[in-house]
């Protein structure tokens, strides 16, 4: 069963750094996207970040140059760190990893789309104060 486990998150005040982590367990596919995504109170989910088995990665345009994703495979571990944080940043932020097959693995990656995700984490709180 795969089981997901976000952590890192908490209060920072504006221009300050978190770094996110999700503990992946119970995963084995060969091809897959892993992805941020954040929700922030009456809002949508929305796409953070993405990065696929070989390294591809993608960017909300909102957080592009500030965001940086990367996986260490060793310890099946997904990493946001954040920089230059901004209050609009604020939100809870859920990892999220799925399997595709190489033909569509370039599109998930590219699109930022919670919807092509199955498996999620349960969340981590980021809250950035001005």
């Known amino acids: 069963q795969v089981h997901l486990v976000e952590s890192g998150g908490g209060s920072v005040q504006a221009g300050g750094s978190l770094r996110l982590s999700c503990l992946v367990s119970g995963y084995t596919y060969r091809n897959y996207c892993m992805g941020w995504f954040r929700q922030a109170p009456g809002k949508e989910r929305e796409g953070v970040a993405t990065i696929s088995n070989d390294g591809n990665t993608n960017y909300a345009d909102s957080v592009k140059g500030r965001f940086t994703i990367s996986q260490d495979k060793a310890k099946n571990t997904l990493y946001l760190q954040m920089n230059s944080l901004k209050p609009e940043d604020t939100a809870m932020y859920y990892c999220?990893?799925?399997?595709?097959?190489?033909?569509?693995?370039?599109?998930?990656?590219?699109?930022?789309?919670?919807?092509?995700?199955?498996?999620w984490g349960q969340g981590t709180q980021v809250t950035v104060s001005s």
């Open positions: 999220a990893v799925d399997a595709f097959s190489t033909r569509i693995l370039p599109t998930v990656v590219a699109r930022l789309n919670a919807a092509d995700f199955g498996y």
